[in-house]
């Protein structure tokens, strides 16, 4: 496996971090023994969480202080000079002083390390931390802003988007955003493959088997469905970049089994008490929510499947160290 020496470029948030620390620890564990995880300042994991590998961090002047809600502001000022010239200089010597070819595997959001990939002719990769739907909703807002229907028109919320069934206009990104023009112009820009091989997924099959070749229909390159990535990770991840709370551990041990519901909205969004209750009544007091919670156990065996010997994450693991190898 020492044929390439894998290099991750996380854009740095948990949601995308996370799981990119989850891939590398995979592959590691599947025989890549250099891997250098390539990282911003802002929000930079701790290197004592994750001995294995390597850590390079990009001066790029990045700290919580001038992040906006922008996600098109926070990706272009993620993305500039600074970052290219550090990532080129670590590159080009990786390839004057080592036998291993480095192998970027970069977020879609760190658009430029394709870039650097192509003028220095190694191979990548991008990875997506969300659905293949959400990635192929990118490529439909451009005609749907030429046909008027951006911003969104109130009538039009509940209808469903067409191509995207089952998506709903009410569902997509840009309802509301303050921020839609700087938004479209770099969902636009993450949609460019430019020369990597593959698309890696956290996400499965079972899920999106019909948005996936979908997909590689549109892009003409592999699509890995690899979720859970927490799940594919031989050992427990304890890489957090956020500062657990355990306050409730008490709470929940005193619990009966099976009597409590986790719902996890990510660290980016918010809810009021008035939603957190709406939310709870619909999900354990309303019969939708009994349908719910009982679709989700069913959900979480099949899911169990999919990782275990002869699953389709667990294939498509081996199908990616393939496709690595082979470049």
């Not at 031989?234 to 500062?243: A, H, V």
Request: aromatic content about 6%; overall charge negative; some cysteine.
């Amino acid at each position: 496996m020492d044929k390439h020496h894998l290099v991750f470029i996380p854009f740095p948030f948990p949601g995308h971090t996370n799981p990119m620390l989850q891939l590398a620890t995979s592959l590691h564990s599947k025989g890549f023994s250099n891997i250098t995880i390539v990282h911003s300042e802002l929000n930079f994991p701790d290197p004592s969480n994750h001995p294995h590998f390597n850590f390079l961090t990009i001066s790029d002047g990045m700290s919580p202080d001038n992040i906006s809600l922008d996600l098109g502001d926070i990706s272009r000022k993620i993305n500039n000079t600074k970052f290219t010239t550090q990532l080129q200089d670590f590159l080009s010597k990786l390839i004057n002083e080592s036998t291993e070819l480095p192998c970027i595997i970069y977020d879609g959001f760190m658009y430029l390390a394709e870039a650097v990939a192509r003028r220095l002719k190694v191979p990548s990769l991008v990875m997506r931390t969300s659905s293949v739907m959400d990635f192929l909703m990118y490529f439909s807002l451009p005609s749907l802003q030429q046909e008027g229907l951006i911003p969104l028109p109130d009538s039009k919320l509940l209808d469903m988007v067409p191509g995207l069934e089952p998506l709903r206009y009410k569902e997509l990104p840009v309802k509301n955003s303050p921020y839609l023009d700087s938004l479209l112009q770099i969902l636009a820009t993450t949609c460019n493959l430019g020369s990597s091989s593959a698309l890696i997924f956290n996400t499965i099959d079972l899920l999106e088997n019909s948005s996936i070749t979908k997909l590689q229909q549109i892009c003409k390159v592999p699509v890995f469905a690899l979720g859970p990535m927490h799940k594919i990770t031989p050992t427990s991840s304890s890489g957090s970049l956020l500062k657990p709370d355990v306050s409730c551990i008490d709470w929940l041990d005193a619990q009966a089994l099976s009597s409590v519901l986790y719902v996890s909205i990510g660290s980016g969004a918010s809810m009021n008490q008035k939603e957190i209750d709406r939310c709870v009544k619909r999900l354990m007091v309303d019969k939708e929510g009994h349908e719910m919670r009982q679709r989700a156990m069913d959900l979480k065996e099949k899911i169990s499947s999919c990782i275990e010997t002869g699953g389709s994450s667990h294939n498509s693991l081996n199908e990616l160290i393939e496709l690595v190898m082979s470049l």
